[in-house]
């Protein structure tokens, strides 16, 4: 039979260890109000392992000394009442088969059974900063130490997982990748909708919906993130998620909104005319920004790294800042000493996948044993997000561009034949925005493959 992928990955994480148990808990129901929840959200460490869409459960990966690989889950029991109320649950018996594991029990016997899985392992990995995990494990350790024979093995070495598992998911898979393309076409689909739907007097919160309802489309799952739909000086918030305000005429429109599809991310934003004609002096600044995100997309090389695109990133735009009279210092010194951070404060980069800031590390240990960036390789998926930010009352900024933030983002994925703009097909030329910001809403919708339902 063909091992599923979620097998795969967790052989490929066992062997980075010479034995122990990695513990990797899905999340709980969190409470909203009285007799509330939020919407469920897996944690994305448990579903890129077990691919199990439960709440309540824990896998638990052992490999002992002799190489013997097990894998076991903790997981909801059936219970017809609950079911009623909270929606089917897969129970222990269904459990081994449909996910490939090869001891499953009932949630409630954590207690009880967690000592028998974990006994006579040494090394245990999982996350620190989970304190009802760590509570149980401690419980769990405990309860060895009292049943200890004289030389029986018991846990006796933590190690924070987050890193081993982490690195894992910087490479992504041929279905990870289908997903984030998935993900990229509904983000399309959206930006353009709302270029089109943008006027003077639309609300924010119009265009919010209207994203929501299209990334929902087909395999859509809705926005990966709160979307930020910011007009005017909104814009300078770079987590402004309020999205209630009327859409002015003669602003710009900054949009960061990605579509989730099978909890992939998609992370793209774009900046455009409200009314859809940019002024002389929008142009002129929304060209910096996106000659500034080309002069990024060049470093995208294997071998260089997200920090190496980074810093090409600030010199380019600090080059822009001397040369508008911003700033007055020359490139090297201003990089040194931070000071276009005023303008750009955030990085130029992150990596991508299940979460939208995608839980991978940036650094590792080089030969030397010293901290290094991490080097792109093929497979690996992150953002490229320049942006210039203006304060209202900066005088050291020409007037014409005070109180203007200017943002443009597009998803990459490293390919044998260098970097893959996933997002590339979502208008960012200023001739194709101002096109697309003219473009009719119900022909956008007409013409989307898939074709939203409302159009059907
Ligand atoms: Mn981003």
């Given at each position: ?16 260890i ?84 090869d ?110 309802y ?51 991310a ?86 991508l ?11 590792q ?46 998803d ?12 590339s ?17 119900k ?14």
């Open positions: 039979m063909e091992m599923t992928s979620y097998k795969m990955r967790q052989n490929n994480l066992l062997e980075k010479e034995e122990g148990a990695f513990l990797i808990p899905s999340n709980k129901l969190m409470h909203k109000s009285n007799d509330t929840e939020f919407p469920f959200r897996q944690n994305s460490f448990f579903k890129y392992f077990v691919g199990f869409e439960e709440a309540d459960s824990l896998l638990v990966l052992c490999k002992r000394r002799n190489g013997e690989i097990s894998r076991h889950l903790f997981l909801q029991g059936k219970n017809p009442e609950m079911e009623m109320w909270m929606g089917k649950r897969m129970g222990v018996e269904k459990a081994c088969e449909l996910l490939e594991i001891f499953a029990y009932d949630n409630t016997t954590l207690e009880e059974n967690l000592p028998k899985v974990l006994g006579g392992i040494e090394n245990l990995y999982f996350d620190f900063f989970n304190k009802e995990l760590s509570e149980s494990i401690q419980k769990c350790v405990q309860t060895l130490s009292r049943q200890r024979k004289s030389k029986a093995h018991k846990p006796h070495s933590w190690h924070h997982s987050i890193d081993l598992m982490g690195r894992l998911r910087l490479i992504k898979d041929q279905n990870e990748i289908l997903a984030m393309k998935k993900a990229a076409k509904l983000s399309d689909i959206g930006h353009r909708a709302a270029m089109a739907l943008s006027a003077p007097g639309v609300n924010e919160k119009e265009i919010n919906d209207l994203l929501t299209l990334f929902s489309q087909e395999a859509g799952e809705g926005a990966a993130y709160d979307s930020i739909v910011a007009g005017g000086e909104n814009a300078l918030i770079l987590h402004y998620i309020n999205n209630n305000q009327a859409l002015i005429d003669g602003d710009l429109l900054l949009i960061d909104a990605g579509a989730q599809v099978n909890t992939y998609s992370d793209v934003t774009r900046t455009f005319p409200v009314n859809g004609y940019f002024s002389e002096a929008q142009k002129e600044l929304y060209q910096i920004v996106l000659d500034t995100q080309k002069t990024a997309m060049s470093f995208m090389k294997v071998g260089n790294s997200l920090s190496d695109i980074h810093k090409e990133t600030c010199l380019s735009l600090i080059r822009s800042l001397i040369e508008a009279g911003i700033l007055k210092e020359s490139a090297e010194e201003a990089l040194e000493s931070g000071s276009y951070r005023k303008y750009y404060p955030h990085g130029t980069g992150h990596w996948g299940l979460d939208v800031h995608d839980e991978s590390p940036y650094l240990k080089g030969n030397t044993g010293k901290l290094q960036d991490i080097p792109l390789e093929e497979g690996m998926a992150f953002t490229c997000e320049p942006g210039l930010y203006f304060p209202k009352n900066d005088e050291a900024i020409p007037t014409q561009w005070r109180g203007i933030g200017i943002r443009i983002e597009d990459i994925l490293m390919t044998n034949n260098g970097a893959l703009n996933l997002t097909s979502i208008p960012k030329e200023i001739k194709e925005i101002e096109e697309a910001c003219h473009a009719e809403i022909d956008i919708l007409a013409k989307c493959d898939p074709l939203p339902l409302i159009c059907k």
